[in-house]
């Protein structure tokens, strides 16, 4: 036998690797949610449940944390996808959880709700008893992530132990937990950056407009480029200006900022990551810029 | 694939466009072999370090080593626990790609109380690199670490000698290093060992052949990665297909369908194949391979798919469809290697949860056999159990009928977890030599 007839690309085993792990969690734990926030990696969760359970229905409903300060593109987007495939929609919001005190709104121009999200979406794993929640977290985003496993467990409060790690061996996934606790799963904690591009490419997605370069009025802070949007106020000395962008992630308007591209293409994306030289979070993230070990502390606490 | 004598640097051969294959790797070393600054050097040498990251070790650098050299080895380093105590603490992973292939490193820590990190890093890798420091040549560490690599049936084993630069890229000293090596390889089972000699720091032998070591012929490190034959390590001859999840879309979409899904964990399975449902035994025939896609022609590993049978056969999760040339026998009686990764030791009498394949049942140990010296490799057979990060053979029956194979023989359906049902950690990692129905 030629075993080089039976070769699979990269992309179509870390697929295969994925379409396992959902599977897995949809046998092993009762009551999933898939975690979708309208970014690239979210929309790859959503193809890869579709492989992994059509001509099924989903086993699982799909949430979204919306921190009211999103692109409104990226909302527009959402409900489209979500008629599209036919399934359910939970929408979890801060400004509830504002309203209602369970979160404080920062203040200032440099305010975010980015950590309050955590707030917001703990309530909602335990207002509709969720026992995992997957997420489209990659191990390559981030030094504090590639030690995380692709089943990560959460406490009572929500929170990573990353000391207590259990060891994850094979494709062979130990999803047991007590009560009040969660597992968080990452199906593409192997995929890199470039390979979700690519694999959009190749799977001819759909992904918001704002990853392909628009002009947009932004002003500049902290090296970055931020949208002008009522969620920011500007500080003395920020002018905006008009300029053709794109967003590498999608987040919050307030702490997600913008890359000067003219690539208004799914290729030219694709060749422009495999050319950058600067990380997604780097470049784009001022949530990760605080301290060295920024994503480490708010993963700690529950953050997705 | 291409021969070996294909040439880093010459002239491709009209070939239509290969697909990048995966690989999998493992590092292991001892504490200050050069490990982190080896996986430092491929990230960097092969352009997967972007400016920012850059930025930051030169910062961290400065801080630390007080001067300007750029320490490759603080790229690796992950959680505030290790950085503050500058050792590695679990596994990472790290990515990078050339055109040929693209890399996942397990990059496990090397002491020896975190064995069960190098067990679960090595678990899924298609080869390890086991670092040696020229100076001080095979020590017990490597040893360990080879034999962990051989246990864990990694069939390609790197010998990296590091630190060439140290003795004068001297070629006497590597020759007597991989002899030394080879040796010790003989006593263990494995195939493909290919030795090394380079210089994490300055990059000798690294990705490019190096200057200083005319001496060697052999491939730089990157070379052998990109094309070390891997295609072949997978079980394509037994089928076996472990279910998962049987999808029934319900009267709405179609009431008459009924998909098995899963990942092949070995052989080639065609429409038409003949099979058997184990353990419930029942015979019938594969009606169709379904994929999101569209219908496939065959299914092998490590494709997720979803299998219709032509009888209205009774199937579900954890049952193995097997092809009917090679029908392992379900058995409630394992002989098993395992690594043991709990405080509380495994004795005679525990009770555990198993997990093999998709199926999840009860185990007791009947006995231990013996417990593996990791130093010597000798069996100490009056070893009544196995501590932390011990590794040895047991005796297992099941509450239930496994389908297993020989780890030896299918890395996926030879090997189980087992998981205290109290605490609900995974405490052992097993591989089956033999079972017995
Ligand atoms: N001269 C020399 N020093 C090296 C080489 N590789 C690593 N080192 C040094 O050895 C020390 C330990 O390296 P490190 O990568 O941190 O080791 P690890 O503990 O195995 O990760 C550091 O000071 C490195 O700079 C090498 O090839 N040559």
């Given at each position: 036998m030629n075993a080089a007839t039976y070769e699979l690309s990269h992309l179509r085993a870390l697929e295969a690797e994925a379409i396992h792990v959902m599977r897995e969690v949809a046998a092993e734990l009762e009551r999933p949610v898939l975690l979708f926030s309208g970014g690239k990696d979210s929309i790859v969760l959503l193809r890869l449940a579709e492989k992994a359970f059509r001509p099924g229905r989903f086993p699982f409903p799909v949430m979204h944390v919306d921190t009211g300060h999103n692109f409104p593109e990226v909302l527009e987007f959402r409900d489209r996808r979500m008629a599209e495939l036919g399934e359910r929609l939970i929408v979890a919001s801060v400004q509830e959880s504002i309203d209602s005190g369970r979160a404080v709104e920062e203040l200032g121009p440099r305010a975010s709700r980015n950590r309050l999200q955590t707030v917001t979406l703990l309530d909602a794993i335990e207002e509709h008893g969720f026992d995992a929640a997957f997420g489209g977290a990659r191990r390559d985003e981030e030094r504090a992530?590639?030690?995380?496993?692709i089943f990560s467990f959460r406490d009572d409060f929500g929170q990573w132990n990353p000391k207590a790690q259990r060891p994850e061996l094979w494709n062979l996934y130990n999803g047991r937990i007590r009560r009040g606790e969660h597992v968080r799963v990452f199906p593409i904690s192997n995929w890199t950056e470039l390979d979700v591009w690519q694999y959009i490419a190749e799977e001819g997605l759909e992904v918001p407009p704002i990853y392909f370069a628009h002009d947009r009025d932004v002003f500049q802070r902290d090296g970055m480029l931020y949208a002008v949007s009522p969620f920011v106020e500007l500080i003395a000395g920020e002018e905006p200006f008009s300029t053709s962008v794109r967003y590498r992630t999608v987040g919050d308007m307030s702490c997600t900022g913008a890359v000067?591209?003219?690539?208004?293409?799914?290729?030219?994306?694709?060749?422009?990551?495999?050319?950058?030289?600067?990380?997604?979070?780097?470049?784009?993230?001022a949530d990760d810029r605080v301290t060295e070990a920024a994503m480490e502390d708010r993963k700690r606490e529950g953050y997705f | 694939m291409a021969g070996p004598n294909g040439s880093r640097n010459g002239k491709a051969p009209a070939a239509p466009a290969r697909i990048s294959e995966l690989l999998r790797f493992a590092t292991a070393g001892s504490v200050d072999d050069g490990k982190s600054t080896l996986i430092g050097r491929l990230l960097y040498d092969s352009k997967q370090i972007l400016s920012d990251q850059l930025e930051a070790v030169q910062l961290a650098s400065e801080r630390r080593n007080g001067n300007g050299n750029l320490d490759l080895a603080l790229l690796t380093d992950g959680l505030r626990a290790e950085r503050e105590q500058g050792i590695t603490i679990d596994v990472a992973y790290r990515y990078f790609a050339t055109p040929r292939r693209k890399f996942i490193i397990a990059d496990t820590p090397g002491h020896e109380q975190y064995t069960r990190n190098m067990v679960t890093g090595a678990s899924t890798a298609d080869l390890a690199i086991v670092l040696v420091d020229a100076r001080n040549g095979v020590v017990a560490q490597s040893k360990r670490h080879a034999f962990i690599a051989s246990l864990l049936g990694i069939p390609h084993i790197v010998v990296a000698v590091n630190k060439m630069d140290l003795v004068d890229y001297d070629e006497a000293t590597f020759e007597r290093i991989a002899e030394d090596f080879c040796d010790f390889a003989a006593r263990l089972d494995v195939h493909d060992v290919t030795t090394i000699p380079i210089s994490a720091l300055r990059g000798d032998n690294v990705v490019e052949r190096s200057e200083a070591m005319r001496w060697y012929e052999g491939p730089s490190l990157l070379y052998h990665l990109e094309h070390v034959h891997i295609a072949s390590d997978r079980n394509l001859h037994d089928v076996r297909f472990p279910v998962q999840w049987v999808i029934r879309p319900g009267a709405d979409v179609d009431p008459d369908y009924r998909g098995y899904a899963g990942q092949v964990a070995g052989g080639v399975l065609q429409p038409g194949d003949d099979v058997v449902v184990l353990p419930s035994d029942q015979r019938?025939?594969?009606?169709?391979?379904?994929?999101?896609?569209?219908?496939?022609?065959?299914?092998?590993?490590?494709?997720?798919?979803?299998?219709?049978?032509?009888?209205?056969?009774?199937?579900?999760?954890?049952?193995?469809?097997?092809?009917?040339?090679?029908?392992?026998?379900?058995?409630?009686?394992?002989?098993?290697?395992?690594?043991?990764?709990?405080d509380a030791p495994l004795r005679a009498r525990g009770r555990y949860a198993i997990k093999s394949t998709t199926r999840t049942a009860r185990a007791v140990v009947e006995t231990v056999e013996h417990r593996v010296d990791i130093d010597t490799l000798r069996h100490d057979a009056g070893a009544n159990e196995l501590g932390l990060n011990d590794i040895g053979r047991v005796r297992l029956r099941t509450s239930e009928p496994l389908v297993v194979d020989s780890y030896d023989r299918n890395r996926a359906t030879g090997s189980f977890i087992l998981i205290d049902e109290a605490s609900n950690d995974t405490v052992g990692a097993g591989m089956v030599v033999s079972s017995t129905s």
């Open positions: 992530r590639a030690k995380e496993r000067e591209s003219v690539a208004g293409t799914l290729e030219a994306v694709v060749a422009e990551i495999a050319a950058t030289d600067l990380t997604e979070r780097g470049e784009t993230r | 019938t025939r594969v009606a169709a391979i379904d994929s999101f896609d569209g219908p496939l022609e065959r299914a092998f590993p490590p494709m997720s798919v979803t299998v219709r049978l032509e009888d209205d056969v009774d199937v579900s999760r954890g049952d193995v469809i097997c092809a009917v040339e090679a029908v392992p026998a379900p058995s409630r009686e394992l002989v098993a290697d395992v690594c043991w990764m709990a």
